[in-house]
């Protein structure tokens, strides 16, 4: 079982920034696709970034020039990073890592709180 622990979150006003962080139990660099979700209150979760194994990265239009996805294989964890912070960024952010060998595996991490507000 992989464990994901997210961090970095927190309150920030906007136009601010925030990096979230994903470590994983489990070596980054064989996952098919790692991305991150968010879901704001009373909506459906919704994903924010998307990074495949072979390095194409896939945005939403509500988040594309402001947020950036990566990840260090060395240190098996994922990275968020969101610029320009709007109120409507405000929700829980969910790391998501799926493989795909030696069988499909997916998991997800307990999510994290960001809070956009002046």
């Known amino acids: 079982q992989v464990q994901l622990v997210e961090s970095g979150g927190g309150l920030v006003q906007p136009g601010g920034s925030l990096r979230l962080s994903c470590a994983g139990s489990?070596?980054?660099?064989?996952?098919?696709?790692t991305s991150w979700y968010r879901q704001a209150p009373g909506k459906l979760r919704e994903y924010a970034a998307i990074?495949?194994?072979?390095?194409?990265?896939n945005y939403p239009d509500s988040v594309k020039g402001r947020f950036a996805i990566s990840r260090d294989n060395a240190k098996d964890t994922v990275y968020l990073q969101m610029n320009n912070l709007k109120p409507e960024d405000t929700g829980v952010y969910f790391c998501?890592?799926?493989?795909?060998?030696?069988?499909?595996?997916?998991?997800w991490g307990q999510g994290i709180q960001v809070t956009v507000s002046s």
């Open positions: 990074l495949n194994r072979a390095g194409t990265m």
């Open positions: 489990e070596d980054i660099a064989s996952a098919d696709v």
């Open positions: 998501r890592i799926y493989y795909s060998v030696p069988t499909p595996r997916d998991y």
